[in-house]
């Protein structure tokens, strides 16, 4: 059984860069979840995707940010022109869906913008 | 006032000892619990979920969950180094499908 995967572990960019991080989920889960996290802090959650469908963004998303699921399988999320407060590990979640709410976490993408 | 919070610590127990790590929150209509743990540098693994008011054991974990109380903690029997980490309680609320997480506590297992 895979987990979840994401790419690239590290990134690490210029300000004003635009960047972009790939999670594959488990494979027979149908959500799919980022976070952000930074140092100290528990996990921000940013959008959420049921298969192909983005059913919720917070508040905290900037339009700097942008998700995708094409084909309900794997996600992307870009940053457009990003800024130092952007440096965080990004946290890919998947889980089964229906009344399972268990989520399963990958690796993560860790950002450092300089 | 956070949803979700928790004591930082740090906790420092000995070995063998049980840690006690708990979680409080604000969301009335909370129905799904997570405890996940947490090494420095590494991503969140789920190691407890509850949904029903009670205890609920899975080997040296238990959860126990107090819905009128809005309190829910996590018990770590025969404490070893190895569980030395952050625990993060975690939260669903009401008709959300996202994780809300506390700060977490940094619990330290003395050999």
């Known amino acids: 059984d895979t987990g979840v995967s994401q790419d690239p572990r590290h990134k690490i960019t210029k300000r004003g860069q635009n960047v972009t991080f790939r999670c594959d989920p488990i494979?027979?889960?149908?959500?799919l979840y980022w976070y952000r996290q930074t140092l100290g802090q528990g996990p921000e959650f940013l959008t959420y995707?049921?298969?192909?469908?983005?059913?919720?963004k917070s508040r905290l998303l900037s339009d700097r940010f942008s998700a995708e699921r094409p084909k309900g399988s794997f996600s992307t999320l870009e940053i457009q022109r990003t800024e130092q407060g952007d440096s965080a590990m990004y946290l890919c979640a998947s889980s089964l869906g229906g009344n399972l709410y268990e989520q399963y976490f990958g690796p993560g993408t860790r950002l450092t913008v300089t | 006032q956070k949803e979700v919070e928790q004591n930082s610590g740090p906790l420092s127990v000995p070995e063998g000892a049980i840690a006690s790590l708990n979680c409080t929150y604000s969301d009335r209509v909370s129905q799904s619990f997570f405890w996940y743990r947490q090494y420095s540098g590494k991503s969140p693994e789920l190691i407890m979920s509850?949904?029903?008011?009670g205890d609920k054991e899975d080997g040296r974990f238990t959860a126990q969950l107090n819905k009128a109380s809005q309190y829910v903690s996590l018990l770590i029997r025969d404490s070893q180094p190895s569980d030395s980490a952050t625990y993060l309680c975690a939260v669903i609320g009401g008709s959300a499908r996202q994780l809300t997480f506390g700060s977490g506590t940094q619990l330290t297992v003395l050999p």
């Open positions: 509850i949904y029903s008011n």
């Open positions: 494979s027979e889960h149908n959500r």
């Open positions: 995707f049921q298969n192909e469908a983005q059913l919720e």
